[in-house]
């Protein structure tokens, strides 16, 4: 049965972890610890529906950075995805007042987006997760009588995402709480200096491809839904803020 798993070897028992895999009849593993799931943190992919080989041999599965085969994705039962908005990271980036650019840039941090949910592959059950950068606050600035204020959701709080127009993007993008979104962000968060107001702006560009691109085609994969309104009427995508403290208004020098 080798087409079930290519990258194993047909001589293989429990992919080479009996204690969490069995094969009575030498057909096919399955779990032998059915409420446990195993962790799969994609570290590369190659097109929108890929992974690579596992390492079965511990509870934590890491996708390898060289991949090994590509299977097709299949719709099957739709399943909840959840995004956590946590803390800064090591990584900055430059942002202007918005809706009023006072010609000042502002250094803001980038904060780490786990976007996680669940897969059945080659018949496990698997949670799986993926990383992003973005920014998590902004700087308002109504006009050139304001002052310009740090902005953004610093309080530890959970809602459903739905899929809506954002008018100062002019597309559609997440809708977290009222005026709230998480959206597009800079392919360069240094160079493109964004006008940013405290919505959570996935950052980046990787291989040629939007790491928004990627992330909202990992929501689809792990909801098991090619349809954002889909996702939405199902309640399907939540976000969590991790409480955090609201960055000090820098200008750069």
Known sequence: MGEIAPSWSPYRYGFNNPLSFIDPDGREESNSNKDTDVTVEITKVEGLYSYGAYDYSSDEVTFNSSIKETKSYKKGKLRNAKVNIGDKTKSFGYVTSFPYRDGNLYEV????????????????????????????????????????????????????????????????????????????????????????????????????????????????????????????????????????????LKKKN
Not at 137 to 152: E, I, K
Not at 220 to 226: A, P, V, Y
């Open 109 to 248: 941090p980038l904060y780490r987006v786990t976007l996680t949910g669940t897969l059945l592959i080659e018949g496990i059950s698997m949670k799986v997760k993926s990383e992003f950068k973005a920014f998590r606050f902004g700087v308002y600035m109504l006009d050139q009588n304001d002052t310009p204020r740090m902005v953004g959701l610093q309080d530890e709080q959970s809602y459903n995402l739905t899929w809506d127009y954002i008018t100062t993007m002019d597309e559609n993008a997440w809708r977290v709480t009222g005026g709230w979104f998480l959206h597009r962000g800079p392919e360069d968060p240094i160079l493109q200096n964004f006008g940013s107001i405290g919505c959570v702006e996935i950052c980046g560009k990787v291989n040629g491809v939007l790491e928004w691109d990627r992330f909202n085609n990992y929501v689809k994969w792990f909801t098991g839904s090619n349809s954002e309104a889909e996702i939405s009427q199902n309640r399907l995508f939540q976000i969590h803020y991790d409480k955090v403290q609201k960055p000090a």
